[in-house]
C-alpha cells in the first residue's frame, strides 16, 4: 500500500468514527482547541459540511496546487509584549499555509470594530499586520470592515483568510506518521500563551517574555527542501491546545503512539517557572511561532540543521519518537524516569489567547 492510499485509508476510519457533542449550548471549551472543539467540530460542521478536502481537518485545504485557509483572531488583551492582534492574524494565516507546504501568497482581512474603538488602535493593529505582511512577503488584498454596538465585540475582532501556491512534490498529512519518525520542534514552547496571560495584569506574576509570534513559511521551506520529498509527513503549528494537542492528534490520525522525551522538550525558565506557579503543564501552553515536525527518523539530524540555520529555528530539538504501539497515545517520558500518557484536555488552561 502506497503512503498515499494508507493516509486515505485512515481518514476514512477516522470519518466512520461518529463523534457527538455533548451539552446543549456552546460552552469557551468548545473553542479552546482540546477535546471539546475537536468534538464540536467533528458532530457539527464536518458532519453539515463533509467534502473531501475537509476530511482530513488540517490547518487549511489543498485544492488543485493551492492551499486555502482561514482563522479567526480574538486575543484579549489586543496588545501584549512582542505583537498584538495584528500580526497575530496575519502570521497565524500565513503559518497555516505553510503547514500545508504551501507558499504564501495573499490574504483577506475582516474586521469587526466596536463602537467606541479608538482609531488610533486600529492604525495601530493595521500597521502591525502591514509590516507582518511584509515580513512574510504576502499581500493583504481584500477585506471587510462591520462594526457594532458598544459592549459588543470586545474592541476588535479579526478574521482572516490566505491562499498559497505548491511548488513542491511533497504532500503533508497528520495521518501519514510512520514509526520510526522523529518529531521535532522548532523552539522552546509556551511563550505566546504566557506572555499574553501575564499581560492581562490579573495576577501579581512577573516574568520577562514576549509573544513567539512569527511567520514560519521560510523556515518550513527550509525543512522541506533539507529532506526532500516524503520525508517529512507532516508539519503543524502549536497554537491553541499547544504541542500535547497537535501530537495527539497526529496519533490518533496516523494511529501510532508518539513517545516524548520530557529533557528534551525546550521551555524558557521564565515560561516553565510562570507554569509551575498556575499549575500548567508547558506542553498544553499556546505558541504562535513555533512548528512541530513529523520527518522521517533517518533524516532527524539534517531537518535540524535545517531549522537551526534560521532565526526562528535556532533552538529546534527533536523531542520524541514514533512507536508503533500503543496506537492513538502520546507518552512521556518524565525528567524522574517514569512514563505517563499525554491526553487532549476538553477546554484550554488560557482562554483568548489567540
Known sequence: MTREELVLERIERS????ARVREERIT????????????????VF???????????????AVIDRLAFTTDSYVVTPLFFPGGDIGDLAVNGTVNDLAMCGATPRYLSAGFILEEGFPVDDLRRITASMAAAARAAGVWIVTGDTKVVERGKADGCYISTSGVG???????????????GDAVIVSGPIGEHGITVMLARGELDIAADLASDTAPLNDLAGLLLDACGDGRVRCLRDATRGGVATVVNEIAQASEVAVVLDEDAVPVLPAVRGA?????????????????VAVVDGECAERALAAL?????????EVIGRVNDDPPGLVLLKTSFGGT???????????PRIC
Not at 469557551?28 to 458532530?43: D, F, N, P, R, V
Not at 501556491?165 to 514509526?179: F, Q, V
Open 46 to 60: 464536518l458532519e453539515s459540511f463533509r467534502n473531501p478536502p475537509l476530511e482530513s481537518l488540517e490547518d487549511g
Open 165 to 179: 501556491t505548491l511548488e513542491r512534490t511533497t504532500r503533508l498529512n497528520s495521518a501519514a506518521a510512520r514509526p
Open 308 to 316: 537551526r540555520s534560521h532565526p526562528y529555528g535556532e533552538a529546534a
Open 15 to 18: 470519518r466512520r468514527r461518529k
Open 340 to 350: 505517563r500518557i499525554v491526553d487532549l484536555l476538553v477546554g484550554d488552561p488560557l
Open 28 to 43: 469557551l471549551a468548545h473553542g479552546a482547541g482540546g477535546k471539546a472543539t475537536q468534538s464540536l467540530i467533528e458532530a
Open 275 to 291: 507554569c509551575e506557579l498556575l499549575g500548567i503543564d508547558p506542553l498544553y501552553v499556546a505558541c504562535e511561532g513555533r512548528m
